[in-house]
């Protein structure tokens, strides 16, 4: 019985911990971004609908506002543009884009076409900022509080779902009020 | 026919080496900034491919952040500088070699430590037995059971 204790503990402490590995193992191989509870990223760039202005963090500055990261090319995005512009029809929060390494007329296109969720859209050609912000494939959306801090990142085409369970609650009461 | 086997594995991994190469033509002013910057992008993890060094995969991200690098380097910026970089934005997971941090330690010390605890077993064993050596005279418990 003795000569057995040891190896069939041991045995048990390496079945926990690979249990606990696996069960806190991000899902789909998403990766937790570092940006997290940090200031997020400024930046200054041309809008994608009106040539003479820039969009700035700065200007976002005392708002909440929902970042997003799309491009006419990814596939994704036409997944969840439904759902986006139902959050901006319910109007909790600003959706603010951004078309990375996109055609401007295509993208331009491609809105008038299908409806325009976003309050902004910055221009990411050269894909700068998207390195800045830790992006590594569209669709991806932040969530940027009125500290200008990053409070979460989704990974992936957004559903009418993970909206309500991971974006809804975390934003402050009264905004969540008005739906 | 074994051996004809054998030369064209051979062969075909050499053909897969030279189109993995063709994915970075960069070159650096120097061969020193050439070293760094070859280092550098492989030791980068692909976020997108995630089993890919930025220096050998072919997708957008990856020649985006080369481009990083090259001007970090040129910028005169350390290597440090250029990880540090990287891993503010995209997490530790971007580096193939994880750094030693107080987070991971116990990953860096446990082989040490396991090593150090077989040792200990195994001289142990070896003292018990040696003990046994001089008064030999019963057979051991498990040759009597075989």
């Known amino acids: ?179 | 026919m074994m051996r004809g086997f054998v030369i064209a594995l051979v062969v075909s991994l050499m053909l897969c080496a030279t189109a993995a190469y063709a994915v970075d033509p960069t070159q650096m002013p120097t061969p020193a900034l050439q070293a760094r910057y070859l280092a550098l992008t492989h030791e980068l993890r692909c976020m997108q491919c995630q089993n890919e060094a930025i220096a050998d995969s072919p997708v957008d991200l990856a020649a985006d952040l080369r481009r990083q690098v090259r001007e970090m380097l040129l910028a005169g910026r350390t290597d440090d500088d250029v990880r540090n970089f990287m891993v503010a934005r995209y997490g530790e997971f971007i580096l193939f070699r994880p750094r030693m941090s107080m987070r991971n330690l116990w990953l860096w010390l446990t082989p040490g430590l396991l090593l150090g605890v077989g040792a200990l077993v195994a001289v142990r064993i070896v003292q018990q037995r040696s003990r046994l050596v001089p008064q030999d005279n019963e057979p051991l418990e498990e040759d009597i059971r075989s």
């Open chain 1, 1 to 179: 019985m003795n000569r057995f204790a040891l190896p069939l503990g041991l045995f048990a402490l390496l079945a926990v911990v690979l249990a606990i590995g696996i069960k806190h193992s991000p899902d789909k191989g998403t990766i937790a971004s570092p940006l997290i509870g940090k200031p997020a990223p400024q930046f200054s760039l041309p809008s994608l609908t009106d040539a003479n202005r820039i969009v700035k963090s700065s200007d976002l500055r005392g708002r909440w506002y929902v970042f997003n990261v799309w491009g006419t090319w990814c596939g994704g995005c036409r997944l969840e543009h439904n759902v986006l512009l139902q959050m901006r029809h319910a109007d909790l929060v600003p959706i603010i884009g951004l078309d990375w390494k996109d055609n401007d007329a295509e993208a331009l296109s491609l809105l008038s076409q299908l409806g325009n969720p976003y309050e902004l859209i910055a221009v990411d050609h050269d894909g700068r900022e998207a390195i800045d912000w830790g992006v590594y494939g569209a669709p991806e959306t932040f969530l940027v509080n009125d500290q200008g801090l990053v409070v979460y990142k989704y990974i992936g085409p957004l559903t009418q779902e993970a909206w309500e369970r991971e974006f809804l609650p975390r934003l402050p009461a009264k905004q969540a009020e008005k739906s």
